[in-house]
C-alpha cells in the first residue's frame, strides 16, 4: 500500500492529486486544506471521474485532520497564498512561512517517515524551512521548481524550433525565481542535436527569457499563479520516488559543499528514488554558468535571510 498527502487543496494541490490519481501513482491519495469542505468536494469531483478515465485508487479529503494523513509515504505541500500579477514569489514570505512550518511540523507527527516535495513558494526558501525545522535527513526533503521550469524550456525550445517538446531534453538549474532561475541552453538536445547548432544566440536567449518569467508570464495572464503544469510537476516526482524510478530531476536540495555552495537548498539535477534524493548530479559548468549559479544562490540566500526576520527560524 503507498499512500501520498497533498496538503492545500488549491489550484496546484487539486491538480497534483488529479494527476497522482489519474496516473494511479499510489494506491491512496489523501488532500487536506484548511477550507471546510473543499478538500472532501475535490476528492468526491475525482473519484466520480474514476469509470470515466479508468483509474483504481481511492482519493479522500479532509478538513484539517491530520489523522488522515498518517503513514503518508510522501507529503506534498502546496498550502499558502499564491502571487498576484507585479509580485514576485519573494514576497510571499510573511505569509507562506508561518504556514508551511506548521504544516509540515503537523505531517511529522503523524507521518514520522514521510519524504517531503516542497511546492509552496518561494519554494527554495520554503524547503530550507521546512529541512531546518523538522531537522531530518536531506534527502527527504525536496523542493519542486526545476522540473516545472525544465518543462517550461522544453516547451519554449519546442515553440522556437517547430518540434515536438517530447523529443527535446534541457534542464533549469539555481533558485526558482524570475532572475535565479539558470536555463542551461549550452546542454539542451533536440534529438541529441545541441540546440545551439539549430537556433540563432538572438533566439536562444529570447527562448532563455521566456522560461525564466515564464511563471510571471502566467500570473499576469491567469491573475494568479499556474497550476497545470505545477500540479503535474509535483506529481512527476511523486511518482520518481513512489515507483523508485531514480529520474535525474533537477530539484531544491540542501548543499554541502556540491556546486560550491553549503547550507542552501537549491535547484541542482539530483536522482530521485524510493529514498527520495539518492544522489546529487554535480555537472560540470563552465565559468560563465559558475558564476551565474554563485549570484543565484546569493539571492536564495538573502531570501532565506528574512526567514529570522518573519519569526520563523
Ligand atoms: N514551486 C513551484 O514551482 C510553484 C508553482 C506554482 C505555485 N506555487 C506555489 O504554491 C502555492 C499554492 O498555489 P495555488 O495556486 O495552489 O494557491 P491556492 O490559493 O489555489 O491554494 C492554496 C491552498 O492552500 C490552502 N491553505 C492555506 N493555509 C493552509 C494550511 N495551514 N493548511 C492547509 N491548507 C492551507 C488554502 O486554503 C488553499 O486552498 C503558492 O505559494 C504558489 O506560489 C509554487
Ligand atoms: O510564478 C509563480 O508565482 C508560481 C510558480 O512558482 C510558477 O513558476 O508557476
Not at 484539517?64 to 500579477?85: F, L, Q
Not at 535527513?137 to 522540473?147: D, F, L, S
Not at 556540491?258 to 524510493?274: H, N, T
Request: hydrophobic share 45%.
Amino acid at each position: 500500500m503507498s499512500k501520498v498527502t497533498v496538503v492545500g487543496a488549491g489550484n496546484v494541490g487539486a491538480t497534483c492529486a488529479n494527476v497522482l490519481a489519474f496516473n494511479e501513482v499510489a494506491d491512496e491519495v489523501v488532500m487536506l486544506d484548511v477550507k471546510e469542505g473543499v478538500s472532501e468536494g475535490k476528492a468526491m469531483d475525482m473519484m466520480q471521474t474514476a469509470q470515466l478515465l479508468g483509474f483504481d485508487i481511492t482519493v479522500v479529503g479532509c478538513t484539517n485532520d491530520y489523522e488522515k494523513t498518517a503513514d503518508s509515504d510522501v507529503v506534498v505541500i502546496t498550502s499558502g497564498i499564491p502571487r498576484k500579477p507585479g509580485m514576485t514569489r519573494e514576497e510571499l514570505i510573511g505569509v507562506n512561512a508561518g504556514i508551511v512550518k506548521s504544516v509540515a511540523q503537523s505531517i511529522l507527527k503523524y507521518s514520522p517517515n514521510a519524504i517531503f516535495v516542497v511546492i509552496s513558494n518561494p519554494m527554495d526558501t520554503m524547503t530550507y524551512l521546512s529541512l531546518k525545522s523538522l531537522g531530518l535527513p536531506k534527502n527527504r526533503i525536496i523542493g519542486m521548481g526545476g522540473a516545472l521550469d525544465s518543462s517550461r524550456f522544453k516547451y519554449f525550445l519546442s515553440q522556437a524550433l517547430g518540434c515536438n517538446a517530447n523529443e527535446v531534453e534541457g534542464m533549469v538549474i539555481g533558485g526558482h525565481g524570475d532572475t535565479t532561475m539558470i536555463p542551461l541552453a549550452r546542454l539542451a538536445t533536440y534529438k541529441g542535436q545541441p540546440v545551439s547548432a539549430l537556433l540563432s544566440e538572438e533566439k536562444l536567449d529570447e527562448v532563455v527569457a521566456a522560461t525564466m518569467v515564464g511563471g510571471a508570464t502566467l500570473t499576469k495572464l491567469l491573475g494568479t499563479s499556474a497550476w497545470y503544469a505545477p500540479g503535474a510537476a509535483g506529481a512527476y516526482m511523486v511518482e520518481s520516488i513512489i515507483h523508485n524510478q531514480k529520474k535525474m530531476i533537477p530539484c531544491s536540495v540542501y548543499l554541502e559543499g556540491e556546486y560550491g555552495e553549503s547550507d542552501i537548498c537549491i535547484g541542482v539535477p539530483v536522482i530521485l528514488g524510493k529514498n527520495g534524493i539518492e544522489k546529487i548530479v554535480e555537472l560540470e559548468l563552465t565559468a560563465d554558468e559558475k558564476a551565474k549559479f554563485a549570484a543565484s544562490a546569493a539571492a536564495v540566500h538573502k531570501t532565506n535571510g528574512a526567514l529570522k526576520e518573519v519569526g520563523a527560524l
